[in-house]
């Protein structure tokens, strides 16, 4: 239905009654305001598709007001691999009248207009869709009844959806009843009943758009896991051996430490609420001092404070991991918007030279796997690693395989063991491997870790050549993990016309634009950087099989015209083929926007490469 | 004295192996950078004789400064230890003491990084009650930059940045502690060897957030700073009588340091004031409190391993 690769026509006169068809992904779009639990009910549909074996994505915007305010779920689900949360809605679902007017352009055209009919007075003449009208609002107060009033159209809306997609019931209900269990009885009757009144209401009125998702063709024997990208960083923290943490609450960074703090006292651990950004990046540090992996994050002017102690935390050589979710900026800018646009702060940010390792995952169940990773770098290396990831993850859910946990977890504890007579801090021949306190020494001697530089045995130096020494010591050894990293591997064709390069949460949409671009003919392939300081060696090699390389990111162009990696890129590698698509919408990539970035592009250096434009 | 944390008692284990008597001589590390005739100086030898009386094992000592002359410390004193950034020595101590109970960790710090810089930090390491012991060497001026106005520089002192004097307010460093909830606030005076002892060696064994804030002069920037309370500079040193409980009537005068209030009118006395312990509760720590929450979580758990339950976690999440 809604994917580009589907030809099956939605809604209109060729609809058959009864008979629903299928299809093998759909994007259904609520958009209603913040308080009416949208997201709960995307939330169900999207763990209902993982729970059926189908791959899922979801998309949110969040107004950041306090109570209230447009808000909208988007969820796509089916079979094969579901890449982006979809350029535009095969459903759209209004609550409001803002809702319709705000959101039914991103309704495809053909495609089921949903909408409460005590709300929304839909434009008579506007045919482009199958308008259905129900009255959501009225229906839900006679169904629930008593005071609840129209609290549980969320459900009845849920209920709906459940008909039109033929949607397995009883897994639905199960969930419902997983997601209210341990709520007052009547919480869990009255979801139950607005659900009930949704799924029988009367289908004359809607027959025509029953559809049914085709069956999942999955060849992984692992369960699936559901959750959100925030979720995938906390849970892959604690599988990483993290037990000690610290944070101050900002947004979208916040789930993360609220998570944290629930969990850690289960593992042992403790998760401090300091009193300011500086404290909370102290705090981790003290714990990493201490002898364990520790954690502080935050979101783009948070990091900003917590620079000059990540100047230490290099200087020191202390292993400390430190996320940044990612959001509009600067200053208080978009906090509830995506944007890529602190890659140089958290590249170069901070003072002096600060040689540090930064990562970003690829989708929500990297987040879980660039824990992990973060965590053995860390360790290895005695440095802070910066993990980027953003809004549109931390809010993201998608399903994937359940990791193996058993083969994953990494037990941690303080290496205390008495070290020998010539242990140093700061060895000039050797990886720092610190001796934390209640460690003994051979010599009597204990050592003191210091932002001043040092020698070896980290006493104070102001020694010219020890300073140039001790300046080397600190970049080769994060020279020497880019050099121990794999080439990533290119995915479309190996060589050719474009090459698109993206990091973080845009490697969905950036692999869907190659694919079209490839469907239209043209020689593409996708690079995705997951280590973006270092960066892994071979990547010159890449380039050069491309006639044109574009670093797709949404941050600003810049002064000089290109985004943040594109501007690191061609620094590293002084190559005038690389050329950068933006955006500072404050909103994910659209596959679209991409392929008609690369068009742009191609059209006005006069390429004989044509693309057409692009139509789902 | 209210009773002293039993956490905080040196091992008395007689199966584990003898070691040495830990010694000024095993506490000696790099000679003192700070110029000659120093406060300083004082505050060191008397922290080394504390550590001897105390006998924590030496590997157990944790040593954390920011930035500043008396921030040096660390540098001073053979144990573990770190010199850290300006003003946040408190949270990055409270990082390892929340962490590591087996660790006796102690602060050093100056005026500017204390009560300026970093005065957010006192603040909120106090009302945490976190189980750190912070020696303040107050001295009334920047003297690592070279004569700069500080949080306590008296109105009317001529510096490099208030060259006609300065116009603020100075911090009232009890008042501020006592205030933001400190359970342990005393005040001592780097001429007071013995004093300064007797006052780190209770807050040592004080079980929460103990502050020994003392008097430090700055011989190069604000030489005779203090002589108003030094016998020998025929100033007076005033000490703070405390209450025996033994029922005297000499006994009601005295000095109840369980009393916020009474604690906070001794630090308005005029200067150079008075000398001992102004305030002493028993309050939990947050050491204290986050190990009683993981230990009521863990009764919940019911003895599930690490990977259990994370496993339980993701099954839920299915």
Known sequence: MVSPNSSDPVGGAAASADQPRPIKDVVIRLAGNSQDGIQTVGAFLARLAGRSDQDVMTYMTIPSTISGGPSIFQVRMGTGDILSAGDQADV?????????????????????????????????????????????????????????????????????????????VAKLTALVKERFGGRPEDVVRNAMLAFDAGYAYPADNIRDCFFHLEAAARTSTRPQVTMDGNQALAFGLIAAGVRYGAAYPITPWSSIMEMLRTELPKYGGTFVQAEDELAAVSYALGAAYAGHLAVTGSSGPGLSLKMEALGWAVMAEMSLIVINVQRGGPSTGLPTSVEQSDLLQAVYGSHGDTPRVVLAPKNVEDCFYIALEAGRIARRYSTPVLILTDQSLATRIEAFDEPDLAGLMIEAKPDLVERGANFKPYPL??????????????????????????????????NPAMHARMTARRREKIKALGASLAPPEVHGDPAGQVLLIGWGSTWGPVREAVNRLRQDGVKAGQLHLRHLHPLPAGLQEIFARYRDVFVVEMNDEGLYGFGQLAMLLRARYASPTIRSITKTDGLTFKVREITDGVARHLEATNSEVTIPPFSS | ????????????????????????????????????????????????????????????????????????????????????????????????????????????????????????????????????????????????????TSPTSPFGFKTKTDPTGALDQPINPMRALISSGASFVARSHAAQVGHMTEMMERAARHDGFSVVEI????????????????????????????????????????HD?????????????????????????????KNRLEADLIARTKEQTAGKSDLQLLQSTFARLR
């Open chain 2, 257 to 285: 340091p369980t009393d916020e209030v009474a604690a906070f009118h001794l630090a308005t006395r005029p200067w150079p004031g008075v000398f001992g312990v102004f305030y002493e509760t028993d309050r939990p720590t």
């Open chain 1, 429 to 462: 021949d050797r990886p720092t491997r610190h001796a934390p306190p209640g460690t003994r020494t051979a010599s009597g001697k204990f050592p003191n870790v210091t932002g001043l530089e040092h020698d070896e045995d980290g006493h104070p130096s102001g």
């Open chain 2, 1 to 148: 004295m209210s009773s002293t944390a039993p956490t905080l008692a040196p091992p008395t284990n007689n199966a584990a192996p003898a070691r040495p008597p830990l010694t000024r001589k095993a506490l000696a590390a790099d000679h003192p950078t700070w110029c000659p005739g120093c406060g300083d100086f004082a505050v060191l030898a008397a922290f080394q004789r504390t550590l001897e009386k105390l006998q924590f094992p030496q590997e157990s000592i944790v040593l954390f400064a920011g930035i500043g002359c008396s921030s040096r410390f660390p540098y001073f004193v053979n144990t573990h230890g770190g010199h850290f950034i300006h003003g946040r020595a408190l949270p990055i101590a409270a990082g390892v003491s929340l962490s590591r109970e087996d660790l006796h960790v102690f602060v050093f710090g100056g005026d500017g990084d204390g009560f300026s810089i970093g005065g957010n930090h006192l603040v909120h390491t106090a009302r945490k009650n976190v189980r750190i012991t912070y020696i303040i060497m107050d001295n009334f001026v920047y003297g690592l930059t070279k004569k700069q």
């Open chain 2, 215 to 254: 008097l430090s002069e700055c011989v190069e920037f604000f030489p005779g700073a203090f002589d108003a309370a030094n016998p020998r500079k025929s100033g007076a040193f005033t000490l703070i009588e405390e209450k025996t409980h033994d029922g005297s009537p000499a006994d009601a005068s005295r």
């Open chain 1, 92 to 168: 759209l679902v209004a609550f409001y009248q803002h809702s319709y007017e705000d959101h039914l352009e991103a309704l495809r055209p053909g495609g089921v207009l949903l909408y409460d009919n005590d709300h929304v007075k839909p434009n008579p003449d506007d045919k482009r869709f199958t308008a259905v009208g129900m009255p959501i609002t009225s229906r839900t107060i006679e169904a629930v009844g008593g005071a609840a009033k129209d609290k549980g159209k969320n459900l009845l809306v849920l209920g709906l959806l459940a008909r039109i997609f033929q949607l397995d």
